[in-house]
């Protein structure tokens, strides 16, 4: 019985001890190469309003756009847009110097207004060509019913792609 | 009864350094602190070294999560660029407005009945330019001789007439000539704010070489701003 109590304490007196001895310490960096990587694509990256002039309103075709993800990652994607030097672009109507734009992402079918703050544009877009991992959509912009200058406009929409 | 009261050792109530080399006082200290010999380390025991151990093992602790965190931020440093990645495309968009540039004035005629050597003027904003196109415009005036022999002057001469006008908002006459010369600008074509009223003042000439009726003409002309 001595001996065993004797084995026991000295087991937990090892136990115990353990971290001390092991006190010296030393290290293993792991470094982690990212697999997997967000990139998106948009053709074409220029419009021209479709034309429109003052008062009225240009759409592109239905599928003249298409954003793809090219990354390796699925992903969520927002859209926005911002003014011109000249006009204030506006989530709802046209005015004076104030235009609308809009897109219509064909899977959905309807138009969604934006402007300077990001809005979902579509989620969960897949990697994978098989999968369909672009979106075909069509844009719309509604021209200022009046303007202050006849010079002409420039505006940026701008996608960003994060993952899903 | 009196309670047994504990006498302690005096070496407890002072503390006391020893040499760990020369005889570790407890067999716990032995083991932990034969380890640090072996690295060479001068040790220094206090009677309260068993107390004052205790912080080397915490220390020990205290590495090992430092070492943890270390890791643990490593790996989230690698993770941040597929986690938190962003990427972009965009979308340049040139318009084109094409606005039109659009003015009308009314009423469109004037029959002034003054005769040789008086004036005659308008009042109260009795003719207004409107912008009616959708571009904010700049506008310009002109005036022309008239069809039988009379010319437009600075002041009223033989055969020489002087028009001139008075914008509402400006108060004061101006020439006009048959030189283009500003009007208004900047005539923003929003409703409410898109006309300028004025009116229109007549020197006839001094004396005329003819008595037929005479027909000048003012125009306007508006370009976009």
Redesign the interface.
């Known amino acids: 019985m001595r001996k065993l109590i004797a084995i026991l304490i000295a087991t937990v ?1 090892a136990c115990t ?1 353990v ?3 092991g ?3 030393d ?16 053709t ?6 479709a ?5 009225s309103t240009g759409t592109s075709g239905a599928t003249d ?1 298409n ?1 793809s993800n090219i ?1 390796t ?1 699925p992903v969520d994607v927002t859209i926005e ?1 911002i003014d ?1 030097t000249a ?1 204030e672009l506006d989530i709802a109507t046209p005015a ?1 110097d104030q ?1 609308t ?1 809009a897109f219509n992402v064909s899977v959905a079918g309807t138009w969604t207004h934006f402007d300077e703050t990001p809005v979902a544009f579509i989620g969960d877009l897949p990697v994978s060509a098989e999968a369909q991992n672009w979106a075909l959509f069509a ?1 719309e ?1 509604e ?8 010079a ?12 899903a | 009864m009196q309670p047994k009261r504990r006498q302690l050792p005096s070496q407890a109530q002072q503390p006391k350094s020893s040499n760990i080399n020369a005889k570790p006082p407890l067999s716990f200290f032995s083991l932990f602190l034969g380890n640090l010999r072996e690295k060479g380390e001068p040790v220094t025991l206090t009677k309260q070294s068993g107390i004052s151990a205790k912080p080397n093992l915490k220390e020990g602790k205290k590495m090992k999560q430092i070492t943890a965190f270390i890791l643990a931020f490593a790996v989230l440093m690698s993770f941040i660029p597929v986690v938190g990645a962003d990427n972009t495309a965009t979308i340049d968009i040139t318009l084109n407005n094409s606005a039109t540039a659009s003015i009308n004035v009314t009423p469109t005629t004037w029959g002034p009945t003054a005769g040789i050597g008086e004036t005659q003027e308008t009042d109260s904003g009795h003719f207004v330019l409107a912008n009616n196109g959708t571009v904010t415009v700049d506008v310009t005036i002109k005036g022309s001789n008239t069809t039988n022999g009379w010319y437009l002057g600075t002041s009223p001469e033989h055969d020489t007439f002087h028009i001139q006008y008075n914008l509402t908002v400006a108060g004061s006459w101006q020439n006009i000539l048959i030189a283009e010369a500003p009007f208004a600008t900047t005539l923003s074509p929003v409703a409410g704010i898109n006309t300028c009223a004025f009116d229109l003042k007549l020197e006839m000439p001094t004396s005329s070489s003819n008595d037929d009726p005479q027909v000048t003409q003012v125009t306007f002309t508006a370009t976009a701003n």
């Not at chain 1, 293993?28 to 998106?40: D, E, Q, R, W």
């Open positions: 007196m001890f971290p001390l001895v006190a010296h310490q290290t293993i960096v792991v470094t982690l190469t990212p697999s997997g990587t967000v990139n998106i694509d948009v074409p990256g220029t419009w021209n309003g034309g429109a002039t003052i008062g756009f954003l990354g990652v847009a011109t006009w004076h235009f734009l844009l912009v021209m200022p019913t009046s303007t202050s200058t006849n002409a406009q420039e505006t940026t929409i701008t996608f960003t792609g994060t993952a």
